[in-house]
């Protein structure tokens, strides 16, 4: 809002923002800043015991949080959080502190534009590794468990445009979680099988509808084989991509 002050002419007005004298006119003029502050948090709602929730608490995360799974990393048998934080390029981790509440998020940096995360133990040492897509540099990240509920820098492998959604499953029986994503602008899923170590190999793709984005992996046809369940957003369909048998 610009206010604008005039006396005439021997008055002289004084402003905090800006003040103009002529030989004959003073004016002042006002410009008052609104300013919004946007918050970035997670909100957990605990369970009544009845089907019914408490208020949300929140607790606070990095620029846009984007997707949160649910994990314990740390080996206490408690649920932790890891949410990725889209706009400041990292996940953070919440430890569960016993009771339902969180500490503050510890940050790990990821690619740039991390979207989706998946939580799952990939090296098999039983401890629970976390898999991020890294939106706008067209990769996955691998960050695995120390042991301790903290975490390496993460290893990237190549996917395709915009992967928006990542699952961990064992696609080819060999007890060893793969892992399926939905590469957004490039109309497929890549599955990247592990290689026994934590490590994966490169991306194999099947082709979908337009815009895949989320996905799933479940045994739909009953043979003991993971099958992927993908919503095209483009093409407003579910497209089903059953498992071949080898």
Do not use: H, W
């Amino acid at each position: 809002m610009l206010v604008v002050l005039i006396d005439i002419p021997k008055t002289t007005i004084t402003a905090t923002t800006a003040t103009t004298t002529t030989s004959t006119t003073t004016s002042t003029a006002t410009t008052t800043t609104e300013t919004t502050t946007t918050t970035f948090n997670i909100g957990v709602l605990l369970n009544n015991g009845t089907g019914t929730f408490a208020a949300q608490v929140t607790y606070s995360t990095g620029v846009d949080p984007y997707s949160v799974a649910a994990a314990d990393v740390n080996g206490d048998s408690k649920l932790d959080i890891i949410v990725t934080n889209y706009g400041s390029n990292n996940v953070g981790v919440l430890l569960n502190t016993g009771t339902g509440t969180f500490a503050a998020q510890v940050t790990y940096s990821t690619g740039s534009g991390p979207y989706s995360v998946a939580a799952a133990d990939v090296n098999g040492d039983s401890t629970v590794d976390i898999i991020v897509g890294n939106d706008v540099s067209n990769n996955i990240g691998v960050l695995l468990n120390n042991g301790n509920g903290t975490f390496a820098a993460q290893v990237t492998y190549s996917t395709g445009s915009n992967p928006r959604s990542v699952v961990a499953a064992d696609v080819n029986g060999d007890s060893k979680l793969d892992i399926i994503v939905a590469n957004m602008n490039s109309n497929n899923v890549g599955v990247l099988l592990n290689n026994g170590n934590g490590t994966f190999a490169a991306q194999v793709t099947y082709s979908t509808g337009s815009n895949p984005y989320p996905v799933a992996a479940v045994d739909v046809s009953g043979d003991s084989k993971v099958d992927i369940i993908v919503a095209n957003g483009g093409s407003n369909n579910v497209g089903v991509l059953l498992a071949a048998c080898n």
